[in-house]
């Protein structure tokens, strides 16, 4: 008995002991290692997306901004029928069922995604399924309030808040602002329980202010698109710069996207081509060649120089104009555009004069844009130059250049002078206050007061009498040049019947508030294809309307004694509020009294300001199209309230007009909260 009392107790003793060490190593050796293990099982980190900042043009309008909507997740241990659940999601949303059916299977998750950043319609309708295991949580959305006005600009946003092209994209690191991280605490069937402090917050991120003008934009779209039409061409672009700043008004391509569906369209309508593609100018470069010239006292514009008839031979190749010349002017060589002269006048200038007053006017290297993707264009060294190479660059060919270098050197010429480096934000964050400068940067003086002035005049002669007539604006002495250029092919050369037409210039001649370029990509020869009948018209029409929404004085009489800086001076002394170097104002407010939601139904949108209005389309899934920009809320709207939005939604389906005041009174927005609210 004693022995095995002994036993049991050498036993006991033995297991207390056992006992003992392993709850030593769990609670004290091992402590971290498990408490880490259970916070594992229990707990969960979440990242909560901040709201990307939003984008406007210079009088405060929206160009971006982010929304709450909807999206639906599952939990699939909780779906009892994944393919029935798959199959009556597939039918409302539109995607993949046997895709779905496969996620809603995997019993070993707890978190999967039905649909992300649902439209209230689509929203409405899974909530009416009432399906078990599917619930929603509430995410940002990318919306652009004006569709497809300034997308390349823009960008676009990926479906996990990062910004893949444009601003959204350069800007990406400001505008996304900063996620923030919560623990919570979790049943391991999946569904949270509480979060874990401390509850940090996601930081929002900073707006962007820029210096594009919202309407002149759409006019310059408006405009490329008609002649894109008119012209059959494969494409078409355009800039309008503030020449006095380098500021960007205007920037566009066509055909464009829309930047809430981009993955619709072709890859090649994201392109900014402004920025990113270098082209031969053809004859708009002659303003460089004569710019040289002119520097170098080599002629004066009344000179005459010979132009053999529209024919000239350089190393065995001959070269002809549009049409015979015999006599001409030096001003006349650039208001009829004559390749043989130009020619002349560049093989006098010599490859080294020629090849610095190129550089001087930033050709062959960056200009520096706040944009994404900047193309420096193609320029050889001079000592790299075959010996032909200043004949053809004379007149513009052997060189490529982008559609904003070539504004920007006209815009020197047009100020008097001096080069600045485009810019399109203006600010971040906060907007600049009244009577804040806006931000420009002068890079260069590539010619003097005089010669800009001397080159100024003689382009006027080529709106008034010359090739660029189409150009003309009514009220307006307008400067510019024309150019048809051929376009090569690799490996094949020049090729008949593939042009690029183009003009740049700008208005008024003598006391400049805006310098524009307009480029149509192959236009069908049929329908005409030089410079001045099919770019210059687009120019003119464009200028106009922007000239007059700028209430920009029409001409007076010049005085030739007083300077172009002067009287540019002058004018912004004196212009109304709504001229071009008016400084950005605040952005609109953030809605008060957003709409309510019906799925499907158009809101009123009277009475709102433009934000507030591009919130409640937004909730919609619809896009907005002002028609009028004379004041701040919407007076009128296309189609009216309570109409079924159908197939508008992502398209800019309600063209709303505004007004400097609101309506005295507001009729409700809907007649009732929409269901699930």
């Not at 060189?399 to 008097?416: D, E, H, K, P, R």
């Amino acid at each position: 008995m004693k022995r095995r009392l002994v036993l049991v107790a050498l036993f006991l003793g033995a297991w207390t002991a056992a006992a003992a060490a392993r709850l030593y190593q769990l609670q004290v050796a091992d402590h971290a290692l498990y408490e880490r293990k259970a916070a594992e099982q229990q707990e969960e980190e979440m990242l909560l997306e901040p709201p990307r900042g939003s984008i406007f043009d210079c009088r405060g309008r929206p160009l971006a901004m982010s929304v709450e909507v909807d999206s639906a997740w599952a939990n699939p241990g909780e779906v009892a029928d994944p393919a029935a659940a798959a199959a009556r999601l597939a039918r409302v949303l539109g995607v993949d069922r046997r895709a779905l059916e496969k996620r809603l299977s995997e019993e070993d998750r707890h978190f999967v995604w039905v649909a992300r950043q649902l439209d209230d319609r689509r929203a409405e309708a899974v909530r009416a399924l009432d399906l078990e295991g599917i619930s929603f949580v509430r995410e940002s959305k990318r919306y652009y309030p004006m569709g497809l006005l300034a997308a390349q600009l823009l960008g676009f946003v990926g479906i996990d808040h990062v910004g893949l092209d444009g601003l959204e994209q350069a800007f990406d690191r400001l505008v996304a602002g900063i996620p923030a991280r919560r623990r919570v605490l979790r049943r391991p069937s999946g569904p949270v329980l509480t979060a874990v402090p401390p509850f940090d917050e996601p930081t929002p991120g900073s707006d962007l202010h820029l210096t594009l003008d919202a309407v002149i934009q759409e006019a310059l779209e408006r405009h490329l698109t008609a002649a894109l039409d008119r012209h059959r061409a494969k494409g078409a672009f355009g800039v309008v710069l503030d020449p006095s700043s380098g500021a960007i008004r205007a920037i566009a391509t066509v055909p464009a996207f829309h930047p809430a569906r981009f993955g619709d369209y072709p890859r090649e309508t994201w392109r900014n081509r402004p920025v990113t593609d270098a082209f031969e100018p053809g004859s708009t470069f002659k303003i460089v060649t004569m710019a040289r010239a002119l520097e170098d006292n080599l002629l004066d514009p009344t000179d005459q120089l010979d132009c053999q008839n529209g024919t000239i031979t350089v190393d065995g190749v001959t070269i002809r104009d549009h049409k015979p010349f015999g006599l001409l002017t030096a001003s006349e060589v650039i208001s009829r555009s004559s390749n043989v002269c130009a020619i002349k006048i560049g093989l006098e200038v010599g490859p080294r004069g020629l090849y610095e007053q190129i550089r001087a006017f930033g050709f062959g290297a960056p200009t520096g844009v706040d944009l994404p993707g900047e193309s420096a264009g193609v320029l050889a060294p001079v000592e790299e130059w075959p010996r032909r190479a200043a004949a053809y660059i004379s007149f513009g060919q052997a060189i490529s250049v982008t559609g904003l270098q070539l504004a920007s050197a006209v815009a020197a010429v047009a100020n008097g002078g001096t080069l600045y480096r485009p810019f399109v934000v203006a600010a971040v964050g906060d907007p600049p206050g009244p009577g804040q400068a806006r931000r420009s940067q002068p890079v260069g003086q590539p010619i003097s007061g005089a010669t800009a002035r001397t080159l100024g005049r003689m382009m006027e002669q080529v709106v008034a009498k010359g090739t660029g007539r189409r150009a003309a604006v009514p009220g307006y002495r307008v400067a510019g040049k024309t150019g048809t250029a051929e376009k090569p092919i690799p490996g094949r050369g020049y090729v008949a019947g593939r042009y690029l037409a183009n003009f740049v210039g700008w208005a008024p001649a003598r006391d400049p508030a805006l310098v524009i370029l307009v480029a149509v990509d192959e236009p069908a020869p049929a329908t005409g294809y030089h410079g001045g009948d099919v770019a210059a018209p687009v120019s003119g029409a464009v200028m106009e309307e922007a000239l007059r929404y700028l209430r920009v004085p029409s001409d007076d009489p010049p005085s030739e004694s007083l300077t172009v800086e002067a009287r540019t001076a002058s004018r912004r002394a004196t212009a109304a509020p709504a001229g071009p170097s008016a400084p950005v104002g605040p952005p609109i407010a953030p809605p008060q009294q957003p709409a309510a939601e019906i799925a499907g139904v158009v809101p009123d949108l009277t009475g709102l300001t433009l934000r507030q209005a591009a919130v409640a389309a937004a909730r919609r899934g619809l896009a907005l199209a002002p028609r009028s920009t004379e004041g701040g809320f919407v007076v009128r709207q296309t189609p009216p309230p309570g109409t079924p939005a159908g197939q508008q939604a992502g398209a800019a389906a309600i063209e709303v007009w505004l007004a400097a005041q609101a309506p005295p009174v507001r009729p409700p927005v809907d007649a009732a909260p929409a269901a699930g609210r």
